[in-house]
């Protein structure tokens, strides 16, 4: 069983940058076929999908955010991290990670609980 925890800080200043890390377990972030995603909702809206690593440590960013985003791995750790710079309060957001099903980036077979980061002074 593969499990995803997310963790950090849940409090960010404005012009600040968020880190996250998620840490997996049950599984290897290197096994072919899955990548390894980040996912965020803010408060009444939906899901919005941020970026992924893949298995090969490429990574692929949401157009909206690729300039503020960064997605990297410790593959010895088994985890995978997100950082996005310059938070503004719209960045507050539970943030999820979540490992691809194989079959596509926006389909998810396991997810993180999630964890609420508010963007605030």
């Known amino acids: 069983q593969v499990q995803l925890q997310e963790s950090g800080p849940g409090l960010v200043k404005p012009s600040q940058t968020l880190s996250l890390i998620c840490t997996v377990s049950?599984?290897?972030?290197?096994?072919?076929?899955?990548?390894w995603a980040w996912i965020r909702q803010p408060p009444g809206k939906g899901l919005e999908w941020m970026g992924l690593i893949g298995y090969d440590g490429r990574t692929y960013y949401s157009p909206f955010l690729k300039s503020r985003t960064s997605i990297s791995r410790d593959t010895s750790k088994n985890q995978f991290s997100l950082q996005l710079s310059s938070v503004t309060p719209e960045d507050t957001a539970v943030y999820y990670c979540?490992?691809?099903?194989?079959?596509?980036?926006?389909?998810?077979?396991?997810w993180g609980q999630g964890t609420q980061v508010t963007v605030s002074a």
């Open positions: 979540a490992r691809t099903d194989g079959s596509s980036w926006y389909v998810y077979d396991y």
């Open positions: 049950g599984g290897s972030i290197t096994t072919s076929s899955h990548a």
